[in-house]
């Protein structure tokens, strides 16, 4: 267990809607990363938060956007869904978000389904 | 560019040493990464090696550097059917951010 939670496990919905994915960090982590792993495109990370403010940005569609809460934990909301956006979403959390110096540590992800 | 390369399978008898192989392309990488991905399950940090450095073991696992050629190995000894998952090589780039490989998946046979 690597202390990052993620919700819903998983997801499955409509084209067209809007969904909201939610992650929790490792206790004392200020950043938190989002990825998305899918058959054709392998891992990609999408987006990186530190301490509530945006740090680095991603392959993320305009249709998503994300962010980080005073708590410190994230939410991930995907809109005009596609079918395409079917994957398995990741968070990850890291203490400082500092280039290259930092581990991350991944939840066990949320995997999204698009009918 | 970034760019991370792996061979997409692997497969060994238990008891046998497996190598999984890495090359990436960012020179900057300050630290180099593996993962472990069992089925339906998250990326489990398996080990890293600073840019610096050759050589990294931690028990069954040994990470192998070759700076130069830009290239990373994972040998794991005495190879497990509960080894038998995705390896994923991760380099971390001048953003924070992880740039993954396409992952090795490994097959352990009995």
């Known amino acids: 267990d690597s202390g990052v939670t993620q919700t819903p496990k998983h997801l499955i919905t409509a084209t067209g809607q809007r969904v909201t994915l939610r992650c929790s960090p490792r206790?004392?982590?200020?950043?938190v990363y989002w990825y998305q792993q899918s058959l054709d495109q392998g891992l990609q990370f999408l987006i990186q938060?530190?301490?509530?403010?945006?740090?680095a940005k991603g392959n993320i569609l305009e249709r998503f956007s994300a962010q980080q809460f005073p708590d410190l934990h994230s939410e991930l909301n995907l809109s005009s869904l596609e079918l395409g956006d079917s994957a398995l979403y990741f968070c990850?959390?890291?203490?400082?978000?500092?280039?290259?110096?930092?581990?991350?540590?991944f939840g066990p992800g949320t995997r999204l389904t698009v009918l | 560019g970034e760019d991370v390369e792996q061979s997409l399978f692997l497969s060994v008898r238990e008891g046998d040493s497996s190598v999984i192989n890495c090359t990436y392309t960012d020179s900057s990488s300050t630290y180099l990464y593996w993962y472990k991905q069992e089925p339906g399950a998250g990326l489990q940090l398996l080990t890293y090696i600073f840019s610096n450095m050759d050589m990294k073991q931690d028990q069954r696992l040994t990470v192998l550097l070759n700076k130069k050629d830009k290239h990373l190995s994972l040998r794991i000894a005495d190879t497990q059917t509960g080894d038998s998952a995705i390896y994923f090589c991760a380099e971390s780039s001048n953003t924070g951010k992880l740039i993954f490989g396409q992952g090795t998946t490994l097959q352990v046979k009995p």
């Open positions: 206790s004392g982590d200020l950043s």
């Open positions: 938060y530190y301490n509530g403010e945006e740090r």
């Open positions: 990850a959390s890291s203490v400082a978000g500092r280039v290259g110096t930092d581990t991350q540590y």
